[in-house]
C-alpha cells in the first residue's frame, strides 16, 4: 500500500494507518478528510503524494491546493494549508443529517466528494471479555448500544491504549442482521496491547455507506490486518478523478476507562 494515511479517526486527533496497496502502481494522489460533530474543530484535509512502493512516513505532502467544504444549509469554508499538505477549516460545524460537499483542487486537477453525516448513536458502555488463545490470556474491548430499529446504520470502531492510537486493525461493521437489535461486538485487536489498569478509549463513529464500502473493502483485503495487506486493488475511493483515499462526514461518540 502506498499511501499509509487513511487516518481515520477524527482528524481533531491522531489520525488511524491505513496501507494501500499500491506497491506496482504509478505514484498517485491520496486525499483523506473528515468532519465531524465535535463542534470544536477544526477539520482537517490532508493530501499526499503515493510512491511507487511501500516506506513507511515517506509519502510527499502536496502543498499549494485550493480545497473547500461546503454543506446543504449554504455554508462554505475555505480551508487554510497550517502544515505542508494539511488544510484544516476556519468556521464549518458539522452537524448531523447535513451533506458535505469537498472540492479539492491540486496540481491543476478539480477532485471532488460528497458525504451524509448519519444521526448519531448512544455508545452506552464498555466492558471487556478475557480469553484464553494459545495459552495466553487475551482482553477484547465490548461496545454496547441499542442499534436504531428500521434505518440503515453503518459504524466504525477506533481504539486508543494509554492517549495512543491502536492503529493494526479496521474495526466497521453495518445492521443488516442485526438491525433494531441490541449490540454488544467485541473488538477483536490484537489484545496483547490491553493490560488490567490500563486506559483505554473507544471511539464509535456512525459513517454513511461509502465511506463504510471503502473501509470494509480495505478490512477484507488485508485480513482485517492492515500491515499485512496483499489486496490485488484499493478499495473504491468516494473521491472522484481517480484519487485515493476517503472523505467522511460522521459522529463521534466516546467512552474512556481503565481496563479490567
Not at 461493521?173 to 496483547?192: E, H, K, P, T, V
Not at 473504491?236 to 476507562?257: C, D, M, P, W
Request: net charge negative.
Amino acid at each position: 500500500m502506498i499511501l499509509a494515511g487513511v487516518l481515520a479517526a477524527g482528524l481533531y486527533a491522531c489520525k488511524k494507518t491505513v496501507h494501500l496497496n499500491l506497491n506496482s502502481a504509478a505514484p498517485q494522489i491520496v486525499i483523506e478528510g473528515e468532519i465531524t460533530d465535535d463542534t470544536t474543530g477544526p477539520y482537517a484535509v490532508r493530501i499526499n503524494r503515493s510512491i511507487p512502493f511501500y516506506t513507511e512516513n515517506s509519502f510527499p505532502a502536496v502543498s499549494g491546493a485550493s480545497i473547500k467544504i461546503s454543506d446543504n444549509e449554504g455554508h462554505v469554508d475555505s480551508l487554510v494549508e497550517t502544515s505542508p499538505g494539511v488544510y484544516t477549516t476556519q468556521t464549518l460545524k458539522g452537524r448531523p443529517g447535513n451533506i458535505y460537499s469537498l472540492s479539492v483542487l491540486a496540481q491543476d486537477t478539480l477532485y471532488t466528494a460528497v458525504s451524509t453525516m448519519p444521526q448519531p448513536v448512544k455508545l452506552d458502555s464498555i466492558t471487556f471479555n478475557h480469553q484464553h488463545i494459545f495459552g495466553d490470556k487475551s482482553i477484547f474491548a465490548i461496545p454496547n448500544f441499542q442499534d436504531p430499529p428500521g434505518i440503515a446504520n453503518y459504524y466504525q470502531f477506533v481504539e486508543y491504549l494509554n492517549n495512543k492510537l491502536l492503529n493494526k486493525d479496521i474495526f466497521v461493521f453495518d445492521d443488516r442482521l442485526s438491525d433494531g437489535r441490541y449490540i454488544s461486538r467485541s473488538l477483536r485487536n490484537d489484545s496483547a496491547y490491553l493490560q488490567p489498569s490500563d486506559w483505554l478509549e473507544v471511539r464509535m463513529y456512525c459513517i454513511d455507506k461509502p465511506v463504510f464500502d471503502y473501509f470494509d473493502q480495505l478490512e477484507q483485503s488485508s485480513g482485517g490486518d492492515r500491515g499485512n495487506a496483499a489486496s490485488p486493488a484499493n478499495p473504491v475511493s468516494n473521491i472522484s478523478n481517480g484519487a485515493l483515499g476517503y472523505f467522511s462526514a460522521h459522529t463521534v461518540r466516546s467512552i474512556k476507562l481503565q481496563v479490567y
